[in-house]
């Protein structure tokens, strides 16, 4: 059974900065594309950032450059450093894994999810 649990939430004032991390069990790790996703009040879930199996990574214009994702196959852990926060970033994210190589930054694309951790910007 494929698990997400993701941590490292919080509150932070605008231009901080947070980490987060997914850890994943139950699956092949290494193989899975993994990504960051969040839904703010009100809003569809739109991806953040995501990594394929291979390394190659993706990220929604709204975050690229402060944000970068990573993943340590060892530790079976996805990792979420996002910098310079805005108001904007504030919303609940979440941790999503599919089995398929090539996949893309749209939640329809993954098959598993985590709960979710959440992350308040204030300016």
């Known amino acids: 059974q494929v698990q997400l649990v993701e941590s490292g939430g919080g509150s932070v004032q605008a231009g901080g900065s947070l980490r987060l991390s997914c850890v994943g069990s139950?699956?092949?790790?290494?193989?899975?594309?993994m990504g960051w996703f969040r839904q703010a009040p009100g809003k569809e879930r739109e991806g953040v950032a995501l990594?394929?199996?291979?390394?190659?990574?993706t990220y929604a214009d709204s975050v690229k450059g402060r944000v970068t994702i990573s993943k340590d196959n060892a530790k079976n852990t996805l990792y979420l450093q996002m910098n310079s926060l805005k108001s904007e970033d504030t919303a609940m994210y979440y941790c999503?894994?599919?089995?398929?190589?090539?996949?893309?930054?749209?939640?329809?694309?993954?098959?598993?999810w985590g709960q979710g951790t959440q992350v308040t910007v204030s300016s």
């Open positions: 990594i394929r199996s291979d390394g190659r990574t």
């Open positions: 139950g699956y092949t790790y290494s193989g899975y594309s």
């Open positions: 999503a894994a599919d089995p398929r190589r090539w996949v893309a930054l749209f939640s329809r694309e993954f098959q598993y």
